[in-house]
């Protein structure tokens, strides 16, 4: 009978056959429990018409779950020590290929044009992202030229929380609205931390992200000078608006005076703290503050 990676039996023999010892400088925490696995495929929504990109095979636990239900999987790992236990893994699996590779250098759109079969297929990616580099990934995935139709991450709870948070929260910030501004963002479930070998000290989410239902009320003059006010506006949480735009713009008496007359034409309170700010809020005063010249 076939046995499942995802199972802590069978990762253990398998890193036993192989002599491996995870690496913690590069995030390997392997998951051994099929449920979650298969729950992450749903969440993904896979089918056999999608290709799907995974990061960070491992030992295959994902990967193989990912090819009993994709089209095509490109997998991306950047341990060489762990290439050859993939291939030998994940050999019954003809729709599977593993390549060595650092994400963080990769040229996405090269590797979707050059591996998949049909790259007109559409596109996801899954990944139980190695942690340590969770925020680079994803603003690499998010500002890449790649049309994702779904982008299904496991990571840390609290960066996850961070990703999925609503104005007035203490997790909302600039990374909030760097995922939002581009993608549907939610929370699909949390993964304690005992079903990974080893033991994680955090527990984990699986996040989904999709291209946005709605197209924003109003887009930013220029993207740059939006994710600038942002994390100015972020700098110091616990003071208000005006004062975090103070300290981006200045505080002499002409500059303050600019900045009252565009709060109040924005109809945005000056004693209100950055984190309640909407998204739509911080378009409106990026574009108001270029058009008063600031
Ligand atoms: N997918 C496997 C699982 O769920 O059991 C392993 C997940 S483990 C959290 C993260 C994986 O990412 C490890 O296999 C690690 O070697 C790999 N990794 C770390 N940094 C990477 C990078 N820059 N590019 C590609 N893979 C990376």
Same mark, same amino acid.
Request: aromatic letters at 6%; charged letters at 20%; proline letters at 5%.
């Given at each position: 009978?076939?046995?499942?990676?995802?199972?802590? &039996?069978?990762?253990?023999?398998? *890193?036993? #056959?192989?002599?491996?010892?995870?690496?913690?400088?590069?995030?390997?925490?392997?998951?051994?429990?099929?449920?979650?696995?298969?729950?992450?495929?749903?969440? $993904?929504?896979?089918?056999?018409?999608?290709?799907?990109?995974?990061?960070?095979?491992?030992?295959?636990?994902?990967?193989? !779950?990912?090819?009993?239900? $994709?089209?095509?999987?490109? %997998?991306?790992?950047?341990?060489?020590?762990?290439?050859? &236990?993939?291939?030998?893994?994940?050999?019954? =699996?003809?729709?599977?290929?593993?390549?060595? +590779? /650092?994400?963080? !250098?990769?040229?996405?759109?090269?590797?979707?044009?050059?591996?998949?079969?049909?790259?007109?297929?559409?596109?996801?990616?899954? $990944?139980?992202?190695?942690? =340590?580099?969770?925020?680079?990934?994803?603003?690499?995935?998010?500002?890449?030229?790649?049309?994702?139709? @779904?982008?299904?991450? *496991?990571?840390?709870?609290? &960066? @996850?929380?961070?990703? %999925? @948070?609503?104005?007035?929260?203490?997790?909302?910030?600039?990374?909030?609205? $760097?995922?939002?501004?581009? *993608? /549907?963002?939610?929370?699909?479930? /949390? &993964?304690?931390?005992?079903?990974?070998?080893?033991?994680?000290?955090?527990?984990? @989410?699986?996040?989904?992200?999709?291209?946005?239902? +709605?197209?924003?009320?109003?887009?930013?003059?220029?993207?740059?000078? *939006?994710?600038?006010?942002?994390?100015?506006?972020?700098?110091?949480?616990?003071?208000?608006? =005006?004062?975090?735009?103070?300290?981006?713009?200045?505080?002499?008496?002409?500059?303050? %005076?600019?900045?009252?007359?565009?709060?109040?034409?924005?109809?945005?309170?000056?004693?209100? #703290?950055?984190?309640?700010?909407?998204?739509? +809020?911080?378009?409106?005063?990026?574009?108001?503050?270029?058009?008063?010249?600031?």
């Amino acid at each position: 009978e076939h046995l499942e990676v995802a199972n802590p &039996v069978r990762t253990k023999a398998i *890193m036993e #056959r192989y002599g491996l010892h995870t690496k913690k400088s590069l995030g390997q925490n392997f998951l051994t429990d099929l449920n979650v696995l298969k729950n992450i495929v749903s969440a $993904a929504e896979i089918t056999d018409q999608d290709n799907v990109i995974e990061i960070g095979p491992g030992i295959g636990a994902l990967t193989e !779950q990912l090819a009993l239900n $994709a089209k095509q999987v490109v %997998a991306l790992e950047i341990d060489e020590q762990l290439i050859q &236990v993939l291939d030998e893994v994940l050999m019954d =699996y003809h729709n599977v290929k593993i390549l060595n +590779q /650092d994400v963080l !250098q990769a040229n996405l759109p090269e590797t979707i044009a050059t591996q998949f079969d049909d790259p007109t297929r559409p596109i996801k990616v899954v $990944a139980n992202l190695p942690y =340590y580099i969770t925020t680079p990934i994803l603003m690499q995935l998010l500002t890449s030229p790649v049309k994702w139709d @779904a982008i299904v991450v *496991m990571m840390q709870k609290e &960066v @996850a929380q961070r990703l %999925a @948070a609503t104005p007035g929260n203490k997790s909302y910030g600039s990374l909030t609205l $760097a995922v939002q501004y581009r *993608m /549907d963002t939610k929370i699909a479930f /949390d &993964v304690s931390r005992k079903v990974f070998i080893p033991a994680p000290n955090v527990d984990s @989410a699986i996040v989904v992200l999709k291209p946005r239902s +709605q197209a924003l009320a109003v887009q930013p003059f220029d993207e740059k000078s *939006m994710f600038r006010l942002i994390k100015g506006c972020f700098a110091h949480r616990r003071k208000s608006l =005006y004062n975090n735009l103070q300290s981006i713009f200045g505080k002499t008496e002409e500059i303050r %005076a600019q900045i009252n007359a565009i709060l109040d034409l924005t109809e945005i309170s000056p004693q209100i #703290r950055p984190e309640r700010l909407s998204l739509d +809020q911080f378009i409106l005063l990026t574009n108001t503050f270029h058009d008063k010249g600031l």
